[in-house]
């Protein structure tokens, strides 16, 4: 089940979500938690052949856009993160899902991983995939409201440890392609 706002606000006064740096109120939506971008973004180079089971290493450029706003032409595709960071209790999972004023631009704020789940061990920020489908250049600013957590109550408590393969994630982080499928931290 999808947490309502005031389920939101009774599971961050209990710690169940911990977001930092805390949550104003007008951040709490009827169904989830507003977020915003953080300030720096990750471009990845272009028009290199990428192998995802080379256990490769890619070569992004970091842009800062604490000073400087970005323009994302269309087309275009760049990595970036929320300023919020995210601890769970192993009752609940969340998902990212982009804002419809962006979306109705053309912004798409994940490819097809939606799922923030597995963080109950540490704080985390997600990491968004940012494509611009439409029709307009749009310009991406430190701190614009860019997406929406919704938690979802778990039937039972999670016994994994959270996945090791993004583990200590601040702000965007490119594709860890040297991290072997199922390897996990056995802590």
Known sequence: MILSDRSIRGALLTGEINVEP??????????????????????????????????????????????????????????????????????????????????RLGLMVHCSSSAFDNVHDETRTPTLELINLGPFKLI?????????????RLTSEIEQPSQAQYRGQSGPQGPNLKFKIGDRDEQ
């Open 22 to 103: 805390s949550v104003s109120d007008a951040d709490i939506r009827p169904n989830g938690i507003r977020v915003h971008l953080s300030d720096r973004l990750l471009i990845p180079p272009l028009d290199e052949v990428v192998d995802p089971t080379a256990q490769s290493e890619l070569a992004f450029r970091e842009q800062d856009i604490s000073r400087q706003p970005f323009v994302i032409e269309r087309g275009a595709f760049v990595l970036g993160a929320t300023k919020e960071a995210v601890r769970l209790s192993r009752t609940l999972t969340c998902h990212i899902d982009g804002r419809s004023t962006l979306a």
């Open 140 to 152: 991406l600013r430190h701190n614009m409201a860019i997406a929406m957590l919704q938690f979802t």
